[in-house]
């Protein structure tokens, strides 16, 4: 493949902008859904940890 293959290709016959801008939009809400789900379970876990009844169960042990 060379330049001009790639250039063309890249272009994707003039709709180049609408391709490449839709496929990074769909990038950028796969990471930033995968972002606020980390976020999500972070604090899940910090609630779940932070509740009484694991608290008497650790002394408990």
Same mark, same amino acid.
């Given at each position: 493949?060379?330049?001009?293959? !790639?250039?063309?290709? !890249?272009?994707?016959?003039?709709?180049? !902008?609408?391709?490449?801008?839709?496929?990074?939009?769909?990038? =950028?809400?796969?990471?930033?859904?995968?972002?606020?789900?980390?976020?999500?379970?972070?604090? !899940?876990?910090?609630?779940?940890?932070?509740?009484?009844?694991?608290?008497?169960?650790?002394? =408990?042990?």
């Amino acid at each position: 493949m060379n330049g001009t293959e !790639l250039r063309d290709f !890249l272009a994707m016959g003039g709709y180049g !902008l609408y391709v490449w801008g839709s496929l990074g939009m769909c990038a =950028a809400v796969v990471v930033a859904e995968l972002l606020m789900l980390r976020l999500r379970r972070r604090l !899940l876990v910090q609630e779940a940890g932070d509740t009484p009844d694991a608290a008497s169960a650790e002394r =408990a042990a």
